[in-house]
């Protein structure tokens, strides 16, 4: 085997140890300085994974270098590794094919409703970007919008995926449209079904969405556990008006609706922008609290060499596994980067097979203002010993990087030149 440091590979240097972490697969391993060293140089000298055990003059060294290698080449830290079935079979498209809602909520990110970003596609150009996302053939799909149910083209994009489509279509919805006539359909045609509550009761969700609409929801969930739906998950976004409810939203899932829960973060872009005063929290000092608290965290087991210690670190698979797309046609490298600074091309415009699976979209400019959201490229991160274990998204850091939370970060650990 060809010994090299494969590319997803990223490596933090302390005075005797190194860390490597496979961006990729989230594996993580410490090994020796010297180890490192050693197998460097091995790679620089273009030595072969048998001439390098054969190096070493005792059995037992030899053993031991053996025994490294495997356990590198099983965590995909050494080896040239072909990543592109790895992409093919686990591929995410988010689609957002409408931008129609019949809600006006404070904090939407995409100001749905207002076609902000201009006119949508027609019938026929729809029914295009479907096949196009069909031929791709991947692990899921994600019908969003704007809300899916207010689109005239709602049920025929539907079946039109359904005749072609043998993966996971999942429908992201606001859940007032779901009725006695449409529920047993929604939970026959969709592996899974994701509604936005933002709220535990009608006062508090009319604070986020309007009036009369947390009945309207929680009696959709009713309806479409009635006809079997299995896997329902019940939003509710972190802000202001609902910080103080989270336990109480999980326990209203857990308990009485039978759901999965789940708490977004506010994001202060769209409708959002304009309450934002109204809506954020204090985010600057949560922020800071959580990235003190899981660095301390990380550094005590670290310190104390606690067996087996696996920590979270970044993998954000953004333009890698997830694409999103919008009502337009335009392809992003996920929903929280569908900004025009992140525009990767348009599905119309391309051969999408091609485009992704070559990976043509990577000589866009949006793709290049992706990558210098990465921790390794980020002013601030790129020389901290705690570059990837601090975020595990980039649009998390592109958030903290432009409040100047990670320019004023005060647990920055200087790496070994």
């Not at 050494?78 to 992409?87: A, K, R, T, V």
Request: proline share 2%.
């Amino acid at each position: 085997m060809r010994l090299i440091w494969n590319e997803y590979a990223h490596f933090i240097l302390d005075k005797e140890k190194v860390f490597i972490g496979n961006v990729m697969n989230k594996e993580c391993i410490y090994i020796t300085k010297e180890c490192y060293q050693i197998l460097s140089q091995a790679m620089e000298n273009k030595l072969s994974e048998k001439e390098l055990v054969d190096s070493f003059q005792t059995e037992k060294e030899r053993q031991y270098v053996k025994e490294l290698i495997e356990i590198l080449t099983h965590k995909r830290m050494i080896g040239d590794f072909n990543y592109s079935e790895l992409f093919r079979d686990n591929l995410k498209i988010t689609w957002a094919f409408t931008d129609q809602c019949n809600l006006r909520c404070r904090h939407c990110a995409n100001s749905s409703g207002e076609q902000k970003r201009g006119k949508e596609l027609e019938r026929e150009e729809l029914l295009e970007i479907a096949d196009k996302i069909c031929a791709l053939h991947p692990r899921s799909i994600c019908l969003t919008g704007g809300e899916p149910l207010y689109n005239l083209y709602f049920w025929e994009i539907v079946d039109h995926i359904k005749g072609q489509f043998q993966g996971n279509l999942k429908l992201m919805t606001n859940g007032t449209l779901i009725s006695e006539e449409n529920a047993p359909k929604l939970a026959e045609q969709f592996f899974s079904i994701d509604i936005s509550l933002d709220g535990v009761d009608e006062e508090s969700c009319a604070k986020i969405r309007g009036k009369h609409v947390f009945g309207k929801v929680i009696e959709g969930i009713k309806l479409l556990k009635r006809y079997g739906a299995e896997r329902i998950v019940v939003s509710m976004v972190d802000c202001r008006a609902t910080h103080e409810f989270i336990q109480t939203f999980k326990d209203l899932c857990a308990n009485e609706l039978g759901v999965q829960s789940m708490v977004r973060v506010f994001d202060s872009i769209g409708r959002g922008e304009a309450n934002k005063r109204e809506l954020e929290n204090p985010s600057d000092e949560i922020w800071e609290n959580e990235l003190t608290e899981k660095k301390e965290n990380q550094q005590r087991l670290i310190k104390k060499q606690v067996k087996n210690y696996k920590p979270d670190i970044f993998g954000c698979k953004a333009a890698l596994m997830e694409f999103y797309i919008d009502y337009r046609g335009q392809i992003f490298p996920c929903p929280v980067l569908d900004s025009e600074e992140f525009l990767l091309g348009n599905v119309l415009h391309e051969d999408l097979e091609q485009y992704l699976f070559e990976k043509k979209y990577m000589e866009s400019e949006g793709y290049r203002t992706l990558l210098q959201y990465l921790p390794w490229n980020l002013p601030g991160c790129s020389d901290c010993k705690n570059q990837l274990f601090c975020y595990t998204c980039i649009g998390d850091i592109k958030k903290k990087y432009e409040s100047g939370i990670i320019k004023n970060c005060s647990k920055k650990v200087c790496m070994e030149n």
